[in-house]
């Protein structure tokens, strides 16, 4: 990638955020803290080191950073001192780190005008941590900019609500989508729509479902339960195949399972508006109207149903095979 493409101009979608921000720096009313908050994988970070470049730029345009000065070249490729990054450590952002980030604050910044730090995944932050950071944040040290992300499902605390100014992120169009998709990956452009169908938004997470196979694993098991066939011991066979290698997804099982009630929502809808019903899963829309016809809404409802009790199974740390091995049975 281009450091270019990290500009405010090539950053897809977002307009209004972007227009709120252009507008702060131009009449130099940047707030001391902001909260980037929207859907994991829309391009918040991305946004954060749009205007951490804008604001120290050396050759600035009218409403963005001119991508080319030595400063940007550093901002694009996370090498400048003065660009500061703290991400969960594991599953959350802990004291010692905010911590160590007050120390850093405690020096002026090497060469640019703003040191700007963007802490990631606020929502993970740990109760002491966040504690320990509301001072920063309610008055920065000279010469500090503090970018907070967070996703909307996460919770954070009204106390640092209260201290940061909050942009609104949300999920990308679907031609911004397939767009992003088909600049930055080598893909087809019926499995980028596909992808931007199925994601519902969020590049990041249109990646990761590509990255880790997981639609092509959702085809086989969903073309598997389809199957059917009077050979009971085919039947159960192809079921434990299928689970086993579903059970191999590990930490991604969760996500794969969201997948699968995709399908069923598309069923639904199938069932319920027609063929022009708006579905996400493209690439198996020619199964549609014969699986629409071997299940009632009611059973569809209960198939659902039971996706939402193997997801409870599993967030209790249930057997991640067995509780598979029911639910494709249940499912079939």
Same mark, same amino acid.
């Given at each position: 990638m281009e450091t270019s493409d990290l500009r405010f101009a090539y950053l897809l979608g977002h307009e209004k955020p972007k227009t709120l921000l252009r507008e702060a720096v131009a009449k130099n009313k940047l707030a001391h803290a902001y909260l980037f908050r929207g859907p994991d994988g829309v391009g918040k970070k991305k946004a954060a080191l749009a205007l951490a470049a804008y604001i120290n730029c050396k050759s600035p345009l009218e409403d963005d950073s001119?991508?080319?000065?030595?400063?940007?070249?550093?901002?694009?490729?996370?090498? &400048?001192?003065?660009? %500061?990054?703290?991400?969960?450590?594991?599953?959350?952002?802990?004291?010692?780190?905010?911590?160590?980030?007050?120390?850093?604050?405690?020096?002026?910044?090497? *060469?640019?005008?703003?040191?700007?730090?963007?802490?990631?995944?606020?929502?993970?932050?740990?109760?002491?941590?966040?504690?320990?950071?509301?001072?920063?944040?309610?008055?920065?040290?000279?010469?500090?900019?503090?970018?907070?992300?967070?996703?909307?499902?996460?919770?954070?605390?009204?106390?640092?609500?209260?201290?940061?100014?909050?942009?609104?992120?949300?999920?990308?169009? &679907?031609?911004?989508?397939?767009?992003?998709?088909?600049? *930055?990956?080598?893909?087809?452009?019926?499995?980028? &729509?596909?992808?931007?169908?199925?994601?519902?938004?969020?590049?990041?997470?249109?990646?990761?479902?590509?990255?880790?196979?997981?639609?092509?694993?959702?085809? !086989? %098991?969903? !073309?598997?339960?389809?199957?059917?066939? &009077?050979?009971?011991?085919?039947? %159960?066979?192809?079921?434990?195949?299928?689970?086993?290698?579903?059970?191999?997804?590990?930490?991604?099982?969760? !996500?794969?399972?969201a997948l699968i009630r995709l399908w069923y929502r598309d069923l639904l809808l199938a069932a319920a508006v027609g063929p022009e019903a708006a579905i996400v899963n493209r690439d198996l829309a020619l199964s549609l109207p014969a699986a629409t016809q071997l299940l009632s809404l009611k059973q569809l409802h209960e198939k659902i149903q039971r996706l939402d009790l193997a997801e409870s199974q599993l967030s209790r740390n249930c057997s991640r095979t067995l509780v598979l091995e029911t639910l494709f049975f249940d499912l079939i």
């Open positions: 001119c991508g080319q000065c030595p400063s940007c070249r550093k901002y694009f490729s996370g090498n &400048h001192p003065d660009l %500061v990054l703290v991400e969960p450590d594991g599953a959350a952002i802990k004291i010692g780190q905010i911590r160590n980030l007050k120390h850093q604050l405690t020096f002026p910044p090497l *060469e640019a005008k703003v040191r700007v730090v963007i802490l990631e995944d606020i929502h993970t932050m740990r109760r002491e941590a966040a504690n320990s950071l509301l001072k920063t944040l309610e008055e920065p040290p000279p010469g500090n900019l503090l970018i907070l992300t967070a996703d909307l499902a996460g919770e954070i605390l009204p106390t640092i609500l209260s201290r940061c100014q909050i942009i609104p992120f949300g999920p990308l169009k &679907h031609e911004d989508m397939v767009l992003l998709l088909l600049q *930055e990956n080598d893909m087809d452009e019926s499995l980028a &729509h596909t992808l931007a169908a199925v994601a519902e938004g969020s590049p990041g997470r249109a990646k990761f479902l590509w990255q880790e196979n997981l639609l092509s694993i959702r085809q !086989e %098991v969903i !073309e598997g339960l389809l199957l059917g066939g &009077h050979d009971q011991a085919e039947t %159960v066979a192809r079921v434990l195949r299928l689970s086993e290698k579903a059970a191999a997804l590990k930490e991604n099982t969760s !996500e794969f399972l």
